[in-house]
């Protein structure tokens, strides 16, 4: 199977028609284990290593990569395998959690925008600004301690969201900053056995917060709120991938080939050599061969 042919799928650059229940949570493509994926993954892992290299030599495309998910969807490991082996000097991931007081007393991109990616680096986003459209509206309480003006709280506020997000993620296009979305697609019977296995083995326990458990009670609040996300903010230069995540292999061979189809179109290439920079490397040369 080709390279594309795992992501585009899933890929989505014109919201309209978007419907989650297209997207079945345990798709695996006929790939039926862990084991045969895994060759593939770590041909993909190589490819975007060298990517990466480029992206970095090139100095000029940055890469923002945004992961959201329900609780146990898999953001964080996802990360971990897909990135392994990428050189961490380019490479950058920031959780988004809680925002702390001095983050409220911002606009709500303000703390993101403090994050993104420099040229020839890869920014990662787990969770991100995309939680001002999910969680705070399923929990309208959070749009509260927001500290905004009540004359700025209408009705209309989600619709300026979209507005706002779409704006800001074009601004980056146009600047060189590339964005992706990664919407991990976990059904609520795997998440309820990811928590029970949470609860089970005693080095997940950190994982596991009620919180989650409760938030199971808002699932169909969540998918909706995700379904509208993805409807409205779904662009052609800043696409979603809603990615199966009941199995993680699947997901991981996903997000893989969705970042490598990515730097591959912007055609990446070493820098080449200027004849200043020529002369250079002959002077460099011939000074290392007269050392005795
Ligand atoms: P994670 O679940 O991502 O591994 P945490 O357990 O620290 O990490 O959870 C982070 C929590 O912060 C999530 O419940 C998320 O919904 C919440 N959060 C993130 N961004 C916001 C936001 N802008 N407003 C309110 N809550 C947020």
């Known amino acids: 199977m080709k390279t594309e042919e795992f992501a585009k799928p899933f890929k989505i650059t014109d919201g309209g028609k978007f419907r989650l229940k297209d997207f079945a949570p345990d798709e695996t493509f006929g790939f039926d284990s862990k084991e045969k994926a895994q060759e593939t993954l770590d041909r993909g892992i190589a490819r ?71 040229r020839g680096n890869i920014g990662i986003f787990s969770r991100s600004y995309y939680e001002e459209l999910l969680v705070v509206r399923v929990h309208p309480h959070l749009l509260k301690q927001e500290k905004l003006d009540p004359s700025l709280v209408t009705p209309k506020i ?38 029970l296995a949470r609860l089970d083995e005693p080095e997940k326990h950190w994982k596991f917060s009620l919180n989650d458990v409760k938030d199971r009670e808002c699932w169909t609040d969540f998918m909706y709120a995700y379904e509208e996300m993805i409807r409205k903010t779904s662009t ?39 004849a200043k920079k020529r002369e250079e490397f002959k002077n460099a040369r011939a000074l290392l061969e007269r050392e005795k």
């Open 48 to 118: 975007l290593n060298e990517l990466h290299e480029k992206l970095l030599a090139q100095d000029r495309w940055a890469l923002l990569l945004i992961f959201q998910g329900m609780d146990a969807a898999g953001k964080d490991s996802t990360i971990k395998h897909v990135m392994s082996g990428t050189n961490p000097e380019g490479c950058h991931v920031y959780h988004f959690g809680v925002p702390s007081d001095e983050e409220l007393n911002h606009d709500f991109l303000w703390r993101a925008t403090q994050r993104l990616p420099a």
């Open 236 to 274: 052609a230069s800043a696409p979603w991938y809603v990615v199966p995540a009941d199995h993680k292999w699947f997901t991981r061979l996903v997000v893989a080939e969705a970042i490598i189809d990515t730097l591959e179109e912007l055609d990446l290439s070493y820098p080449k050599l200027d």
């Open 158 to 195: 989600w619709e300026e969201r979209f507005e706002d997000i779409v704006a800001f993620e074009r601004y980056l296009r146009r600047n060189g900053i590339v964005v992706r979305k990664f919407f991990l697609n976990v059904s609520k019977k795997e998440q309820k056995q990811r928590f």
